[in-house]
């Protein structure tokens, strides 16, 4: 990978993105698959312990994810980029946030509420904040399976931009993210 690149992103941040990039991708797959399966069947009840380790693993990590961010500079759009480009980039790039945030929050909604457990990668249990409850249950469960559909689509735009920006385009998007590229500024 060439690292020719006037700017990319702050070198904390990218080594969080790829991070997250792989607990996400898991997570996902994780709870489709458990989406698919028959409540109280094995493995989905396994699954789900570490579906929801994951996600609240995912959490924290949005979590420092939006400081660093906060914290430090984005590199400027590619030239090449058109308004139109530049737009779909940023909606994508902050459903992608909002999903971070979200995804967690209405999934640990549906399992404090409803009186499930949530075993940290078969350590300790985290505490339920929300006593049982059924309408927090209900809610957090009707918004984190709707959200799921938000979550495909917006991973699967997000992968395809990036395929288009390497495989057609050829330019510099891949790399403005990539872990070692260098950072000079322009
Ligand atoms: C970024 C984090 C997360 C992502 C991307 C995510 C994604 C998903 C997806 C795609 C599904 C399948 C939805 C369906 O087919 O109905 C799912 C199901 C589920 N998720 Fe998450 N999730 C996340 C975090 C969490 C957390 C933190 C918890 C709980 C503490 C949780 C609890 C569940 C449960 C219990 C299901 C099964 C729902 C059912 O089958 O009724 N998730 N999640
Ligand atoms: C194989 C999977 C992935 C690839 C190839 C990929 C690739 C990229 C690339 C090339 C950029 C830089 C785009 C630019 O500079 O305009 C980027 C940015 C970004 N990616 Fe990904 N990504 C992946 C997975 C994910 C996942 C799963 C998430 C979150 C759920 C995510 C969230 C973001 C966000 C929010 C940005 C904007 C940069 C920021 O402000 O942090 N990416 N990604």
Redesign the pocket.
């Known amino acids: 990978m060439t690292t020719e690149v006037t700017t990319s ?1 702050d070198p904390l ?1 990218r080594r969080i ?1 790829w991070a ?2 792989i607990l ?2 898991a997570a996902m797959l994780i709870g489709l698959y458990c989406g698919l399966q028959a409540p109280g069947t094995s493995p989905r009840r396994e699954l789900l312990e570490v579906h929801k380790s994951l996600g609240v693993s995912l959490f924290f990590l949005a979590i420092l ?1 939006l400081m660093v ?1 906060l914290a430090t500079s ?2 400027q ?1 590619p030239g090449s980029f058109s308004p139109m480009v530049r737009i779909a ?1 940023r909606l994508n ?1 902050w459903a ?2 909002a ?2 945030f979200i995804m967690p929050v209405t999934g640990y909604m549906f399992s404090s509420a409803g009186g499930y457990s949530l075993r940290y990668f078969w350590t300790f249990s985290w505490p339920r904040l929300f006593a049982h409850n059924q309408t927090v249950e209900h809610a957090g469960e009707v918004a984190h399976g709707a959200l799921a559909y938000l979550v495909y689509l917006a ?1 699967a735009l ?2 395809a931009a ?1 395929l288009w ?1 390497v495989v057609v385009k050829k330019d510099e ?2 790399a ?2 990539w872990p070692r590229a260098s950072r000079n500024p322009t």
Do not use: K
């Open positions: 992103y941040l993105h997250t990039a996400f991708i994810r961010r984005a590199p759009g980039a790039h992608l946030y999903i971070l991973v997000h992968i990036t920006h998007t891949l403005r993210m």
